[in-house]
């Protein structure tokens, strides 16, 4: 071990030391900072050779004027394949992209003890909530109890009595114990009423001129889930709150030379719970594309805003679980339960029956239950509330069709001038609504995508992906609303060549071409009775994900969408829209939302 010449030099002056072993350092930590691709699989070049890999890909696309989130759906674009990898930054494993139908439902439904939520996804979620399941892996030992707190509330006694709609539409029997339909009213359509309250006023006001409905819509998405969630009514209620706002103050009268212009409405300003999801869903739809995605969360968390939403949010929820329980203490547990928080209540009893401990209604994992069902059905459903409405103007025909088909099959409501009830919204199948809603949720889906991480070696597309792996999955793009990209049938998984004649992997071969709005391409004739039915596996769209981990609320979400759907377009007229105002942007926030919606109302006479 002799030093010899320049070495020994260098040793013997110790800033010349310091700073070499510094260099070799630094040159070391770059190295080992450089994205390792996995062998075979495409990915950017240019990526692969700097710390930050992808990274700067975000904020091209950002400058380019187009969605950050569209980076993975192009990515596999780019490469002309359904399977790709990228860089996510410095301390993670290359990502691998999934942009392809088939595969993803493979991997979902038949693969998916192979997957699980994930590091990236325990991050995500974990900042909203870690003790609710949606931030778990199955295999987390609090999995369990926290699917076993919620587990009635999408469940068939709850929906039953509640939410008979839903069943119906999952072609479960409607069962009415006591005959009438009006007492088990799904608590969405006494929201809807409110709001359409709101819009004859703001009609009225606006005389012909169109005005802003993006937070309105939110008002409602989150009067329906809070209420079914705890129960808030009266001044709680978010609708009732702006309308009286609205009323109180002074609205300018003077109309304008053209009809063209947007009315000047105060838009709502939330606060309370919904003021907390908002305020915490923006930090979240910021964590998919952040540049140092393990900072994220602390650093969000540390900011005054976020500080206080999270206090707020501990404080109105332990409010209403205290109400709740107060209710218990006074009148007993409710023998139909109408919200979920009782529902919650009761599960925790029997937890703590079985383990042998006192009830615990403060701990997290009771509070991440309820905030967990406010936060997941509040920012998705309002997105594609706020998707539909504005489709209902943007394309005229469709929209007269859709009111025909309602009108046809409830042709008691038309004769009695009223709208449908609950009841019959709930038992009527409707194969124009159903298409109609299932393409907006096609064309405008809400939630970029999914991610999972795999939980043993495995392999996509035949190619190696090693446990632990990160696996991203594009909820738009190639296969659902462009042509699928090209793949070796014998490089699908086993299972997956066996389904492959389950349905079309993408809408190639429709008669609509995939990128167009075309509720019919969800329609077929039943080749036994002849007639137009509703055909759900008529080609592509993964709006909700698939498999056990597919979205949870999907049933309240459907009938929230098909109850505001027949309602709205039942009484009022959405007219077409001057030039200009119907921009096809979109902000991402949480879920995607439309940039612009506007609408130019008029109420209908019945
Ligand atoms: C149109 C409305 C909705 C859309 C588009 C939607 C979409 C999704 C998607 C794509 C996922 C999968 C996320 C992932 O795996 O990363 C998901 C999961 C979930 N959704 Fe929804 N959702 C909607 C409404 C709702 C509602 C109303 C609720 C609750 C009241 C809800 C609660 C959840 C929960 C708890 C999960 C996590 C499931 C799990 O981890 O196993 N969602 N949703
Ligand atoms: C929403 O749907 C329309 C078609 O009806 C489509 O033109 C538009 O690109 C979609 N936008 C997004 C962001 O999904």
């Not at 105060?266 to 606060?271: G, I, K, N, S, T």
């Not at 869903?281 to 005054?304: C, D, E, M, S």
């Not at 504005?390 to 009223?418: I, N, S, W």
Request: net charge neutral; hydrophobic share 40%.
């Amino acid at each position: 071990m002799a030093g010899q010449g320049p070495l020994l030099g260098v040793a013997q002056h110790p800033i010349l030391m310091c700073s070499a072993v510094f260099a070799v350092l630094l040159t070391l930590l770059y190295y080992y900072l450089l994205p390792k691709p996995l062998p075979g699989i495409p990915y950017n070049e240019e990526s692969a050779r700097r710390v930050m890999g992808d990274v700067p890909e975000f904020v091209a696309l950002v400058e380019a004027g187009r969605r950050p989130r569209d980076f993975w759906a192009d990515l596999c674009a780019k490469k002309n394949s359904p399977i790709a990898q990228y860089f996510p930054g410095p301390f993670l494993n290359p990502v691998i992209v999934v942009s392809d139908f088939r595969e993803a439902q493979d991997l979902f439904i038949r693969r998916s003890k192979q997957l699980d939520r994930g590091a990236i996804g325990r991050m995500m979620w974990g900042g909203v909530g870690d003790h609710h399941f949606v931030a778990m892996d199955a295999s987390d030992h609090k999995f369990a109890a926290s699917r076993f707190l919620a587990k009635d509330l999408m469940g068939p006694n709850y929906l039953q009595t509640v939410q008979p709609p839903i069943l119906h539409f999952y072609s479960v029997p409607c069962i009415h114990e006591d005959g009438g339909a009006d007492v088990s009213a799904p608590i969405g359509y006494g929201n809807v009423e409110s709001l359409m309250e709101l819009w004859r006023f703001k009609a009225a006001v606006a005389d012909g001129r169109p005005f802003a409905v993006i937070n309105d819509l939110m008002a409602l998405t989150a009067d329906t889930i809070f209420e079914t969630a705890m129960g808030i009514e009266g001044s709680d209620k978010n609708i009732h709150r702006y309308h009286e706002h609205l009323r109180s103050i002074d609205l300018p009268r003077i109309k304008p030379e053209s009809d063209d212009t947007l009315f000047p409405f105060p838009e709502y300003e939330c606060d309370g719970l919904l003021k907390t999801i908002d305020v915490i869903a923006h930090v979240a739809g910021k964590f998919p594309t952040a540049p140092i995605l393990q900072l994220h969360w602390p650093i969000h968390n540390l900011r005054k805003e976020v500080r206080k939403a999270r206090r707020d949010r501990h404080s109105i929820i332990q409010t209403y679980i205290d109400r709740a329980l107060e209710r218990w203490e006074t009148v007993g547990p409710p023998k139909k339960p109408r919200w979920a928080i009782d529902l919650i209540i009761g599960r925790e009893q029997m937890a703590a029956k079985k383990e042998g401990r006192k009830p615990d209604y403060r701990s997290k994992l009771f509070h991440d239950a309820l905030y967990g069902y406010c936060f997941g059905g509040q920012d998705t459903t309002h997105s594609a509330l706020s998707f539909l409405v504005k489709h209902f103007g943007m394309y005229q025909e469709p929209q007269r069709k859709l009111r025909a088909a309602l009108r046809e099959a409830h042709a008691a409501a038309v004769a009695e001038h009223r709208s449908p009830t609950s009841d019959e919204i709930c038992k009527t199948q409707i194969p124009y609504l159903d298409a109609y809603i299932e393409e907006v949720l096609r064309l405008n889906t809400t939630a970029s995508g999914v991610v999972k991480e795999a939980v043993e070696d495995m392999e996509i597309f035949g190619y190696h992906v090693p446990k632990g792996t990160q696996v991203i999955v594009p909820l738009w793009g190639a296969s659902i609303d462009s042509p699928a990209l090209p793949i070796d049938e014998s490089k699908r998984s086993q299972t997956s060549q066996e389904h492959a004649n389950d349905m079309p992997g993408d809408w190639t071969n429709s008669r609509y071409p995939p990128e167009t709005f075309h509720p019919e391409r969800w329609m077929r004739e039943d080749s036994e009775t002849g007639r137009v039915v509703f055909a759900p596996r008529a080609g592509p769209h993964m709006t909700f994900s698939a498999g056990p981990r597919e979205c949870w609320g999907k049933r309240l979400a459907m009938i929230t969408l098909r109850l505001v759907t027949t309602l709205l377009v039942w009484n009022f007229d959405f007219l077409p829209l001057p030039e200009g105002m119907d921009s096809l942007e979109v902000s991402d926030i949480l879920n995607a939302k439309p940039k612009v919606c506007v609408l130019r109302l008029k109420p209908l006479e019945l």
